[in-house]
């Protein structure tokens, strides 16, 4: 099982990812942990810098902004390339639950060079 799996991420064709989170998801205080958003994010936004490249990329630098908990239910991680250079890639990201964003992100990611 890879570490995908064990959180329960889902990832459609448009690279959305989707969490269904339950009681395993969840801190002592009973809301979604943030390492589950994190993760949430780092997989959107890697698939995006992905699908913009052609390539594998690397998590250079990740940076998450919490901004209300998340809650039991369903979570949505969406994210887009903001800036494509030789060998980086600029990617933002956000975590939705019913419509709020829960946290959003900037992520730098490195590629082959290009062509």
């Given at each position: ?20 989170a339950?009681?395993?998801?969840l ?7 943030g390492g589950?958003?994190a ?8 698939t ?31 994210a ?21 964003v ?5 992520a ?7 062509a």
């Amino acid at each position: 099982m890879g570490f995908r799996e064990h959180v329960a991420l889902q990832v459609d064709e448009g690279g959305r990812v989707v969490v269904e989170a339950g009681e395993e998801h969840l801190n002592q205080h009973g809301t979604v942990h943030g390492g589950v958003l994190a993760t949430m994010l780092d997989v959107a936004m890697g698939t995006a810098a992905f699908e913009a490249s052609g390539e594998a990329p690397v998590t250079v630098s990740l940076t998450v902004t919490y901004l209300e908990p998340g809650r039991p239910g369903r979570l949505e991680a969406v994210a887009n390339v903001r800036k494509r250079g030789k060998r980086l890639l600029v990617v933002e990201g956000e975590v939705l639950q019913n419509g709020d964003v829960v946290a959003d992100a900037l992520a730098t990611f490195s590629v082959k060079p290009s062509a």
